[in-house]
Nanobody
């Protein structure tokens, strides 16, 4: 069974870069046709797709976050990483990583989510 686990600091100061890692077990991040995504949910709001890195290593970003977002991977560790720069309190959210099959609109496996608060 595939498992995803987010890790990273729970508190980030404004203007800094938020960095989260998703460690995947039970499946390889290079397996064909899977996209490894980052999704967040601000308090009182819905889910927001941030971006993804494909099995091939190609990356895709939400247009609204593209200028501040970078997703990379370490295939030797079976991990992928989110970096969000110049954070503000509006970036406070629960951040999730998820696996999405090509053509699907929803992830089939999700991490438990990690709370990130942006505050000085």
């Amino acid at each position: 069974q595939v498992q995803l686990q987010e890790s990273g600091p729970g508190l980030v100061k404004p203007s800094q870069t938020l960095s989260l890692t998703c460690t995947v077990s039970g499946g390889s991040i290079t397996t064909n046709y899977y996209y490894w995504s980052w999704i967040r949910q601000p308090p009182g709001k819905g889910l927001e797709w941030m971006g993804a890195i494909a099995y091939s290593g190609s990356t895709y970003y939400s247009p609204s976050l593209k200028s501040r977002t970078s997703i990379s991977r370490d295939t030797s560790k079976n991990q992928f990483t989110l970096q969000l720069s110049s954070v503000t309190p509006e970036d406070t959210a629960v951040y999730y990583c998820a696996r999405v099959f090509y053509g699907s609109s929803i992830g089939d496996y999700w991490g438990q989510g990690t709370q990130v608060t942006v505050s000085s």
